[in-house]
């Protein structure tokens, strides 16, 4: 099947591989260790929290993600784009509905953890549930905007998976992406950056670090921060003399992001770690792992 489609130009049949290897493998590890999150959400009592449901909805548009870089991963191995131009409009909506989600999200954790440690208050069901509904939705509508005509998806240089096009870096580009960055990447930084700068304050003066304050912030900005950037740039210069091979390190980098937040939010967080201890093993966890102290 592959012998009977020409390779992406700008590529080798190596290069084509190997990014649709590197990309299966993320979106593999990526969905396990979000999938065992999500499980031991539902599986164990104790992690049904609502501060946990905040990281449980993380884990769900990081799933998200993995199933979008899978089928990019299998059109790699194609060599071509088999769902037409449909879906690859479908392939962007979801792609950046369950990303833009996980960065809200990742923020919305950040501001639980600051009425946690901070206000001596914690958030309550009835204020997490409308949370995470609103991030889907907000995200949504951004993610929808290319389908109605702001902004535009096509296909990656790789042309084996479809994503907002900025090639053009034309004025409709621009005016979407200005807010887009704006409320979906600035803010919700800015968000986990005062968060956790503050939370970082109050274990100074207690002396008792229940976790790395700086890692959440460093990873979002690394994970998507090359990709921001290259977005950028394309709304200032042309990147039409960039090889696209360095187009795609930007977007497979993003896509390392599910598995990174995993390591972060469900398994380096000792209440958490101990509830998929508990689902994987059976043994009951410590009455000090289930006081979120240590969310």
């Not at 479908?90 to 950040?110: D, E, M």
């Not at 206000?119 to 949370?131: A, E, N, T, Y």
């Not at 005509?149 to 870096?169: A, M, N, Q, S, V």
Request: hydrophobic residues 45%; positive net charge; aromatic residues 16%.
């Amino acid at each position: 099947m592959a012998t009977s489609h020409p390779l992406p130009e700008g590529f080798t049949e190596l290069e084509v591989f190997g990014f649709g290897t590197v990309m299966m493998a993320e979106a593999l590890l990526g969905f396990s260790l979000n999938m065992l999150t999500i499980v031991s959400f539902w599986k164990i009592r104790e992690l049904r929290t609502p501060g946990n449901f905040l990281v449980f909805n993380l884990a769900l548009s990081d799933c998200g993600i993995c199933l979008n870089a899978s089928i990019a991963a299998f059109s790699s191995f194609l060599r071509y784009w088999p769902y037409g131009s449909d879906g690859c409009q479908i392939h962007g909506f979801h792609g950046f509905l369950t990303a833009l989600t996980s960065i809200s999200s990742a923020a919305a954790v950040a501001w639980d953890r600051h009425h946690q440690y901070c206000s001596r208050s914690k958030l309550q069901w009835g204020s997490v549930i409308p949370m995470a509904i609103f991030l889907w939705f907000f995200s949504a509508f951004w993610a929808a905007m290319p389908l109605l005509g702001w902004g535009e998806y096509d296909y990656e240089p790789l042309r084996t998976c479809c994503t907002l096009d900025y090639t053009k870096g034309d004025r409709n580009y621009i005016t979407y992406l200005i807010p887009l960055a704006l409320f979906n990447f600035v803010i919700p930084v800015f968000i986990m950056l005062t968060a956790y700068q503050s939370i970082d304050h109050k274990f100074k003066k207690t002396g008792q670090y229940k976790f790395n304050t700086g890692l959440p912030v460093k990873s979002l900005v690394i994970c998507w921060g090359p990709y921001s950037l290259l977005c950028f740039y394309a709304a200032i210069e042309s990147v039409a003399f960039i090889s696209p091979k360095i187009l795609m390190i930007p977007a497979v980098i993003a896509k390392t992001s599910p598995a990174v937040n995993a390591l972060i939010y469900a398994l380096g967080n000792e209440n958490y770690r101990g509830g998929i201890w508990q689902f994987l093993t059976g043994q009951k966890m410590e009455k000090t792992e289930v006081d979120n102290k240590t969310k």
